[in-house]
């Protein structure tokens, strides 16, 4: 059967995410019969096939070119995504399905500084100092790994893109083995700039204490993003059966435990390998190449689901490039502690960065899910055409902007409940000063403001320049916040030890 350009009929084209294998030739022509004995009057070439970019939403749903109804269809597909929007939510409401989250990933970030300042007095936090360096970027893979999955998870339930049960697990599993073979390549590329700093540092470095290291930090990272993975997972098919908007609740639960998960997991760990050394040194060479070797089985895995395959090769620039600005973080944090006058940052750290990243991350997912709603992949609002400014994030009434503002006024409540939190555990004489107070919201807020201002500029560039910004966008925030919160914070101690301030001890 021959069907011509005034046949009425549908030509049923194959979806680009049909689970059988496609058997077409490179290209379709007027001759050419398809397996179902029609033929179709037009010629397809392979791109028309596979369309795929960066900047196509997780699930696409598009039709092929090449019927004569297709001019139909995307009539169709056009009303449709007029209609398709995230669910309108009051500021009240906002705020509400924020606070819940961002008070816990608080709390989780506070017991991660109070458990790292029992850590460092361990044996072997003592020996190989490079396990300071190794901290933020190993703490970072929530932003690097997490809070990314979270947010493009997020984006494909408000676009309407997990619908289909099949579709949806396979979009899951496929991203969690992405996010294993991510892990063990970013726990061993840590662990090799943990070596590189310590041995440039300190002009020395002991193979057995680099074998430590690689193991531990690729055995860590495996282990807690599985674990954290599912919990994702988990939270994200929740906000949906709830009605919550999961922009506004992955993102901060996706680091609810993550910081306290991944340190006792290192610390753990890292003193049963250091165990080892003397009786058994190879323990921590097996422990490494096993983990290696499983990456083919994940990227096998990751490889069957179009979106995964193309950030499995092009997916790796903003993460490997995020845990190289936590180490230098890292490194601020380890010269800093090593200062006796100041060694009392240590507990603060984690909290300062983790909030500050959990805050910017909600943003980006939003403006994220926005895009992927409302423009087509290099196109941006008229409004963000012009040059950037801060009043563009903040100044105005729309979505973004309101949780712009209630994200920036979330900070100065919530770190002094943190603050209160570590003053009630820790215990001591005296409460914590007001100089102290002052400094350290201060360096919060201007953490806090940087990154929203950066994350609005950063997400509309990369959608512009036809990159996924819930890919790309969250790893550079969250390490950025890592670099700039431990930068502000050992300024503001350093400032406390001229004053004589005892919160530095």
């Not at 970030?109 to 044996?123: E, M, R």
């Not at 990314?148 to 997990?162: C, D, F, I, Q, Y």
């Not at 994200?236 to 506004?248: E, M, T």
């Not at 620039?317 to 100041?342: R, W």
Request: with cysteine; charged share 10%.
């Amino acid at each position: 059967m021959v069907l011509n350009p005034s046949d009425d009929q549908l030509v049923q084209t194959p979806s680009p995410l049909a689970t059988g294998p496609l058997h077409f030739s490179s290209q379709v022509s007027d001759s050419q019969h398809l397996p179902n004995g029609i033929a179709v009057q037009t010629t397809l070439s392979f791109d028309e096939l596979c369309p795929y970019t960066e900047a196509h939403p997780l699930l696409p749903n598009e039709h092929f070119a090449g019927s004569k109804s297709i001019e139909e269809l995307n009539e169709r597909d056009q009303e449709d995504s007029d209609v398709t929007d995230v669910p309108s939510e009051s500021v009240y409401g906002m705020v509400l399905q924020i606070l819940v989250p961002f008070l816990l990933a608080g709390l989780g970030t506070v017991s991660a500084g109070i458990l790292l300042d029992v850590f460092q007095h361990w044996k072997v936090f003592q020996e190989v100092r490079e396990l300071l360096i190794l901290v933020p970027a190993l703490l970072g893979l929530k932003g690097n790994l997490e809070m990314t999955l979270a947010s493009r998870l997020s984006t494909a339930v408000n676009a309407g893109k997990m619908e289909s049960t099949k579709e949806k697990w396979n979009l899951i599993i496929a991203n969690l083995a992405l996010k294993q073979t991510q892990a063990t390549v970013l726990g061993l590329l840590a662990s090799l700039t943990a070596v590189g700093l310590g041995w440039v540092l300190e002009g020395k470095m002991l193979l057995s204490h680099a074998a430590l290291l690689c193991s531990g930090s690729v055995s860590t990272a495996f282990i807690a993003s599985l674990l954290q993975g599912v919990i994702m997972v988990g939270v994200i098919i929740g906000s949906k059966r709830l009605g919550l908007n999961p922009d506004n609740v992955a993102t901060p639960m996706a680091a609810s435990f993550g910081d306290l998960i991944t340190l006792a997991i290192l610390a753990g760990l890292s003193h049963g390998l250091y165990e080892c050394i003397e009786l058994y040194p190879y323990v921590s060479y097996l422990v490494c190449v096993f983990i290696l070797c499983l990456i083919p089985l994940w990227v096998a895995i990751s490889s069957r689901h179009p979106s995964c395959r193309i950030l499995l090769y092009s997916g790796w620039e903003p993460i490997i490039t995020a845990m190289a600005i936590s180490s230098v973080g890292g490194l601020i944090l380890d010269k800093t502690v090593s200062d006796p006058n100041m060694a009392g940052i240590i507990v603060f750290t984690p909290v300062i960065n983790g909030i500050g990243g959990n805050l910017v991350a909600i943003q980006s997912s939003r403006i994220a899910t926005n895009l992927h709603i409302h423009c087509s992949p290099g196109q941006v609002p008229e409004d963000r055409k012009s040059c950037y400014s801060p009043c563009r994030t903040f100044c105005g009434s729309g979505a973004n902007h309101r949780s712009a503002q209630v994200l920036l006024l979330l900070v100065v409540p919530g770190q002094l409940i943190f603050l209160y939190t570590i003053h009630l555990i820790k215990g001591g004489p005296t409460s914590p000063t007001p100089i102290f107070i002052t400094l350290f919201l201060l360096a919060a807020l201007i953490q806090v403001f940087f990154l929203l201002c950066i994350a609005d500029w950063m997400v509309h560039c990369l959608w512009v320049r036809g990159k996924d910004p819930d890919s790309y966008s969250i790893p550079y925030l969250t390490a950025l916040g890592d670099l700039i919160g431990t930068a502000l914070l050992a300024l503001a101690f350093f400032l406390l030890w001229l004053v004589g301030d005892p919160a530095t001890t």
